[in-house]
């Protein structure tokens, strides 16, 4: 987390207006309530407009399977410093086939001593695109195992969930009830 409280609140259900209301609703039951979907609901054209998206990046459209989504998530957010993204997706990354103990690799990154050679490849592009918003070309090349498709969801990927990062991290979005915060990525 990078700020210890929120510098945009989330909207509390008296606050709620209807554009909000209706925004909200789009979103499945349990997800609703969530500090990022109730703070982005002040602005609900906007966040209508980012479920459309994110819908396609978190779907079975998204040609990466979903471990190699996450691991593109999570080490995303863990660049981008976003606590709020990291606890939240590695509750999801478990689901999708991550285990605890390749958390700490993940943070480690693509040369951790841990990830095939196309694991470590997906985590090198996020390092590239993260910091240099490009991925090179020996980078591209040892990508080919996920096609063309594959590399254009990866940079998909990589793009929203900088996006969420930064939304996370400036408007101060804190963790939801239920989450641990990550020591390395506490306020600071």
């Known amino acids: 987390m990078r700020l210890p409280a929120p510098r945009i609140a989330p909207v509390t259900d008296a ?9 909200l609703a789009a ?16 602005a609900p054209d906007a966040l209508r407009a980012f479920l459309a998206w994110g819908n396609y990046v978190l779907s079975r459209e998204n040609s990466l399977s979903p471990r190699q989504r996450e691991l593109v998530i999570l080490r995303t957010g863990y660049l981008c410093k976003s606590g709020y993204e990291w606890a939240q997706h590695c509750v999801i990354g478990l689901s999708s086939g991550i285990t605890e103990s ?12 841990h990830w095939a050679p196309l694991e470590a490849a997906m985590l090198r592009a996020c390092d590239e695109l993260v910091g240099d918003h490009f991925i ?3 980078t591209w090349q040892a990508l080919a195992g996920l096609g063309e498709r594959g590399r254009m969801d ?13 939304l996370l991290n400036s408007f101060g979005v804190q963790l939801d009830p239920g989450l641990a915060p990550d ?6």
């Open 15 to 23: 606050e709620l207006d209807p554009a909000a209301r209706e925004a």
């Open 27 to 42: 979103l499945p039951d349990r997800t609703r309530g969530y500090n990022i979907f109730r703070t982005m609901a002040r």
């Open 102 to 113: 390749e958390f700490a690799a993940i943070k480690a990154g693509p040369d951790a001593p």
């Open 136 to 138: 090179t070309a020996p």
């Open 154 to 166: 990866l940079v998909y990927t990589v793009g929203q969930y900088t996006q969420v990062s930064m």
């Open 183 to 188: 020591p390395d990525l506490a306020p600071g």
